[in-house]
Structures are given as structure tokens and as C-alpha cells.
């Protein structure tokens, strides 16, 4: 039987952290930290945010309650709900008309002001990236290779569907306790000889190197803490099409704050945190079992399985920037997001398949004159 320890690399150079250390592997832990960022340990002495209380304000401190309330008010919005793809966004009261930026679909309904009853977000990264800049990395995003681009694509069109929209992200954390089996096979050699015999006959004798196997039965436990893994909780925004803008850079998280959505589009999530926890947790279980593999002693292994519980879950519901860019052309629906936090690119772009059969016709034209003239050439 073997257990597994994983180590964290410190950095001894970096500013010694506050808090009161763990209980379980020493690393700081603040107040409000439910539980231990390293090992996942509950924080006995965890608590909850609360509200101040209301006082009577003085003279000197009128302003500063002022951006108080700004922080805790919550702004009066519209919501929409695109009928073709479930997409539910919040958006200032002024707003008349509403394209989804999902599936630039105008089959959209106004909802009426309601308490959704929904979980609210507890942290939000801000956006960095400007509309300005984000529509010139799209412009040069789609001038990129723009010979294979329809001519009858309308450039200005396309970058004026451009939103910027706050997008619901599920962020667990938990532990993962394994038991796992698996045949550990280690490499000897033997020395074999052989012979050959050339177009004459005559023969000749040689020596080689054979690899053989030898298998035994190993079990062992394994345990890791495991976070940092974001869920679309947009029905709106598959996961596979999430993933192709991230990573974002998690240790900017800030709690959240409503005057962070004044004037930007911000979504309700659609996917529940029961549906993004499974998810989340068969990337984590794909992620042990690699970690497993990479542990188990030998030159190779086969037959490995697997056994793994969690425990300690902890969700965190954030708001993240993205840039969507959704058009359709020829009917056909194309999508472009930009991460609002790095600038990470990625989308699909219509290609001109008449222009590439030109491409390939004069390729092929050319090919052929070369080989005519070296032909006549060799015929000389």
C-alpha cells in the first residue's frame, strides 16, 4: 500500500501572508475564507460578511456613505430572455431593443421586474480590455487571412454586434480521496541471438537486445484539493466554447459589487449549480486519475482503476468579462469572443469556398506548367 502526498512549491522570497494558520497544513487562513485555499480544511473561525449597520451620518462622513450605498444597492434593470437559446440578460432600464449576443437572435422577450430568486454572485473580475480595443483586435481579427474571407461580408456590420456582457461562472473546490489498483509492469532484457543468411547463402550469426515485461499488482490511496476549474453557467455559452478564452486570472477576483455591471450587459446563469458541480467534478476525477497514473512506480503500468469520493465542496458564483461577437451570414450562425480580463481571441470565421477553388485551380496550373517544362526538358 502506498499513500500519496502532494507538495506545493513556496516561494520564500514573497511577503509572509496574513491570517491564522491551518489547522491541518499551516497555511494562512483570513476570516473570510470558509475554507483553507491550500488543503481545503473548514475554517473554524469563519465569517460571514455582514452588512454595516445604518448610523446617523456626519458631516465628515457623508461621502463616504454615499459609495457605500453604491456598493450595496442594487441598480434597477431590464431583464431579456432570447427564445432561441435561453439566454437571460440584465441590462440598464434605458435599453428598448435587445439582440441576443449569443445567437443574434431578435426573438427576444422582456420579463417583468421579479425577484428571480436566484443565487446572487460573490465575485466579479472587472473588465479591462476597452470596447475600443476590443473591436480593433476583432477588425484585425477577421483582416487576418481576409483573401479567404466572402466578399459580400460586411466588415463594419459584423464589429457593430459587438457586446460586452458579464458571463455567470461556476468555481468549486474540493477534495478528492482515491483508492486506486493497477498492474505495475517493470522492463528487463535478455540477450538473444539470431542469424541471417545473404543472397549467397552464407550465414551469420548476431546478438540483440530483447525487452520483456514483468507485471505485478499494486493498490494504493491518493487525496489532492482541487479548484480553479470555471463552469459556464450560460446555456447560452457551451463549455467547449468557454474553455477556448480561458484562462482567466482568478487571483484578480474582487467581491462583488453591483456598480460593476453599470453599462454592460450582465447574464442570469441558466445552467444550476447541481448540473456545473458535475461537471466540474468529472474534470477533477479526469485530473486524479492522470495524477494517479503519473505517481504509479515502474516503467509502465496497465489495467488502472480508479476509486475516487468528494468531499469538502465549496462553489463560488462570479461574473467574468467577455467580448461576444455573434453574426450569421448566408444563414449560417458565426461566433468571436474575446476575454475581457487577458484579450485571449477565439471564434469561427466564414470562408469563400470560390475563392479557395480559384486558389486550388492556380496551384494546380502552375504544377502542371512546371511539369510540362521539365518534361520537355528531359526530352531534349
Given at each position: 500500500m502506498a499513500d500519496i502526498q502532494w507538495l506545493d512549491a513556496v516561494d520564500h522570497d514573497a511577503p509572509a501572508p496574513r491570517g491564522k494558520p491551518c489547522e491541518a497544513c499551516g497555511t494562512p487562513i483570513e476570516p473570510l475564507d470558509k475554507f483553507c485555499p491550500a488543503c481545503g480544511t473548514p475554517n473554524p473561525d469563519y465569517q460571514a460578511p455582514v452588512a454595516p449597520a445604518a448610523k446617523q451620518a456626519s458631516p465628515e462622513?457623508?461621502?463616504?456613505q454615499v459609495v457605500d450605498q453604491s456598493h450595496t444597492e442594487q441598480p434597477e434593470q431590464k431583464h431579456f430572455r432570447c427564445e432561441t437559446c435561453g439566454a437571460e440578460v440584465a441590462t440598464d432600464p434605458d435599453q428598448r431593443s435587445y439582440t441576443c449576443p449569443f445567437c443574434d437572435s431578435t426573438y427576444v422577450i422582456e420579463l417583468p421586474q421579479r425577484d428571480t430568486g436566484r443565487q446572487q454572485p460573490e465575485f466579479v473580475i472587472g473588465f479591462a480590455i476597452t470596447p475600443e480595443d476590443a473591436q480593433a483586435k476583432f477588425k484585425a481579427w477577421l483582416a487576418d487571412n481576409g483573401w479567404y474571407r466572402p466578399g459580400d461580408l460586411k466588415t463594419s456590420a459584423v464589429v457593430d454586434k459587438m457586446k460586452g456582457v458579464y458571463l455567470p461562472f461556476w468555481s468549486f473546490s474540493m477534495r478528492a480521496d482515491s483508492n486506486w489498483?493497477?498492474?505495475?509492469?517493470?522492463?528487463?532484457?535478455?540477450?538473444?541471438?539470431?542469424?541471417?543468411?545473404?543472397?549467397?547463402?552464407n550465414t551469420?550469426?548476431?546478438?540483440?537486445?530483447?525487452?520483456?515485461?514483468e507485471?505485478?499488482?499494486?493498490?494504493?490511496?491518493?487525496?489532492?484539493?482541487y479548484s480553479g476549474y470555471l463552469v459556464s453557467g450560460s446555456k447560452g455559452l457551451p463549455q467547449d466554447q468557454a474553455l477556448r478564452v480561458q484562462p482567466y486570472q482568478l487571483p484578480a477576483l474582487k467581491r462583488y459589487a453591483p456598480w460593476f455591471l453599470a453599462g454592460w450587459f450582465a447574464e442570469e446563469y441558466s445552467v444550476s449549480r447541481d448540473r456545473a458541480l458535475e461537471i466540474s467534478q468529472q474534470e477533477f476525477y479526469n485530473r486524479e486519475q492522470s495524477n494517479v497514473a503519473a505517481f504509479l512506480p515502474g516503467d509502465t503500468h496497465r489495467s488502472l482503476s480508479v476509486s475516487t469520493n468528494f468531499s469538502q465542496v465549496n462553489s463560488d458564483l462570479c461574473l467574468l468579462p467577455m467580448y461576444i461577437a455573434s453574426y450569421k451570414y448566408q444563414d449560417k450562425l458565426y461566433r468571436f469572443l474575446l476575454n475581457g480580463q487577458t484579450g485571449r481571441m477565439a471564434g469561427d470565421k466564414p470562408v469563400s469556398w470560390q475563392r479557395i477553388a480559384i486558389l486550388v485551380g492556380v496551384i494546380v496550373a502552375v504544377l502542371l506548367v512546371l511539369f510540362l517544362i521539365i518534361a520537355a526538358m528531359n526530352a531534349r
Open positions: 462622513v457623508v461621502d463616504a489498483q493497477a498492474s505495475i509492469g517493470e522492463h528487463w532484457y535478455r540477450t538473444e541471438t539470431y542469424t541471417t543468411t545473404d543472397s549467397k547463402g551469420t550469426t548476431h546478438t540483440r537486445q530483447v525487452q520483456e515485461t507485471w505485478y499488482p499494486l493498490a494504493g490511496r491518493h487525496h489532492h484539493y
